[in-house]
């Protein structure tokens, strides 16, 4: 079964950058469209973005278009969020996942999760 593997979390100031990684722990050859959701403390678990496989088409949720920027390298077999002016409610652990439903936005139908990297953003 294959793991997702996150990273590139941590604590920033409001107004700051990160970039996060998501790369299996083994090479996979499945054409799989890849997300972001994040959890914040007492919150369940949110939608973030979404890419296709190819990484022609990608969806935001609300709160962060403008601000992030999901993107991926196949040769790399990695995934990442680019998250840009960050500010205190983006504070959350941040998870990435594999989903053979491009699109969607619901956490069910992503098969395959990483084990999150958290995120902090401090005012």
């Known amino acids: 079964q294959v793991r997702l593997v996150e990273s590139g979390g941590g604590l920033v100031q409001a107004g700051d950058s990160l970039r996060l990684s998501c790369a299996p722990s083994?090479?996979?050859?499945?054409?799989?469209?890849m997300g972001w959701f994040r959890q914040a403390p007492g919150k369940e678990r949110e939608f973030v973005a979404t890419?296709?496989?190819?990484?022609?088409?990608?969806y935001y949720t609300d709160s962060v278009k403008g601000r992030f920027t999901i993107s991926r390298d196949n040769a790399k077999n990695t995934v990442y969020l680019q998250m840009n002016s960050l500010k205190p409610e983006d504070t959350a652990v941040y998870y990435c996942?594999?989903?053979?439903?491009?699109?969607?936005?619901?956490?069910?139908?992503?098969?395959?999760w990483g084990q999150g990297t958290q995120v902090t953003v401090s005012s």
């Open positions: 996942a594999s989903t053979t439903l491009y699109g969607s936005r619901l956490d069910h139908d992503y098969a395959y």
């Open positions: 890419i296709s496989w190819s990484g022609g088409g990608t």
């Open positions: 083994r090479p996979t050859y499945n054409r799989y469209a």
